[in-house]
C-alpha cells in the first residue's frame, strides 16, 4: 500500500494522521503541497524522522524543484513523474488527501 | 427448454475489498455527503465494504446536528442504517475522537472504535480504498 499525501503539514493534520496508518512497509509519496513536510529544519521533521526509521519517504522531484525547496530532510527519496509511475504500478494506493 | 446459466454466487474471498476513508468534517464541504452517497451505491453490488472515520471525519457521527439553521440535509441519520445496506464495520478512531473532546457516547450507535495500529493492517489486506 502506498500512502500519497498533498496537502502542507502546516495547514493540515494529514501527514501526522497518516503517519499513524502506515504499516511498516508501506511507503509514503509526498507531493504537491505534501512536498513541504520533507523539508529540513521544520517542525515536523522530528516527526518525519522518526517515521523514517521504518517507512520509506519519497517526494516528488518536480513539486520540490517548482517551490525551491533545496535543503530536504536526509533520507528522502526523489522521484520523477516516471517514478511517481513506477510506485503506483506496484502499489495499491491510500491517498490521505 | 431455455437452460438458465446463473452464476454462483461470489464467495467471500473472491470479493473486492472497499475501504472508505471519511477524514473530513460533515458541513465544511460536500466530500463526507458525497462519499456516503458513493457507499450507499457500492452497497448494492454485494462487495466488502468497511468504513473508517479518523480525523475531522469522526464529527460526522457526532449526536444531535441540526442543520435546519444553515439549510442543508442533515445526512448524519443515514449513516445510521449503513448497518443495514450490508456495510461490515464502521470504525472510529480513537485518537481522533479524544483529540477532538469527543466520548463513543457523543456519537452515533452502530460503530467500533478502534486504534490506528490495529488499522494498519487491515489498511494494507484492502483492494481499493476511497478518501472523502
Known amino acids: 500500500m502506498l500512502f500519497t499525501v498533498n496537502k502542507s503539514p502546516f495547514i493540515?493534520?494529514?501527514?501526522?494522521?497518516?503517519?499513524?496508518?502506515?504499516?511498516?512497509?508501506?511507503?509514503?509519496?509526498?507531493?504537491?503541497d505534501g512536498v513541504y513536510g520533507a523539508v529540513a529544519g521544520s517542525t515536523v521533521e522530528p516527526m518525519v524522522k522518526e517515521a523514517m526509521k521504518n517507512v520509506t519517504i519519497y517526494a516528488l522531484k518536480e513539486d520540490v524543484n517548482a517551490r525551491g525547496l533545496n535543503n530536504l530532510i536526509e533520507g528522502i527519496k526523489l522521484v520523477d513523474y516516471d517514478g511517481f509511475v513506477d510506485l503506483v504500478a506496484e502499489h495499491n494506493v491510500c491517498p490521505w488527501i | 427448454m431455455v437452460e438458465e446459466n446463473i452464476p454462483d454466487e461470489q464467495s467471500e474471498e473472491d470479493k473486492t475489498k472497499f475501504l472508505f476513508?471519511?477524514?473530513?468534517?460533515?458541513?465544511?464541504?460536500?466530500?463526507?455527503?458525497?462519499?456516503?452517497?458513493?457507499?450507499?451505491?457500492?452497497?448494492?453490488?454485494?462487495?466488502?465494504?468497511?468504513?473508517?472515520?479518523?480525523?475531522?471525519?469522526v464529527f460526522c457521527l457526532k449526536k444531535g446536528q441540526d442543520t435546519k439553521g444553515i439549510k442543508v440535509k442533515d445526512f448524519s441519520a443515514t449513516f445510521k442504517v449503513l448497518e443495514q445496506y450490508g456495510i461490515e464495520h464502521m470504525y472510529v478512531d480513537r485518537q481522533s475522537l479524544e483529540d477532538r473532546g469527543l466520548k463513543e457516547s457523543d456519537l452515533l450507535t452502530g460503530v467500533e472504535l478502534v486504534d490506528s495500529e490495529e488499522m494498519r493492517e487491515f489498511i494494507r489486506e484492502q483492494d481499493v480504498i476511497l478518501p472523502f
Not at chain 1, 501526522?16 to 496508518?21: D, M, P, W
Not at chain 2, 457507499?39 to 475531522?56: C, G, K, P
Open chain 2, 21 to 57: 476513508i471519511m477524514k473530513k468534517s460533515p458541513h465544511g464541504s460536500t466530500y463526507p455527503q458525497e462519499g456516503l452517497e458513493v457507499i450507499l451505491i457500492m452497497a448494492a453490488y454485494d462487495q466488502t465494504i468497511n468504513v473508517l472515520f479518523t480525523d475531522d471525519g
Open chain 1, 12 to 32: 493540515t493534520g494529514n501527514l501526522k494522521s497518516c503517519l499513524r496508518y502506515v504499516a511498516k512497509c508501506c511507503p509514503i509519496l509526498l507531493y504537491e
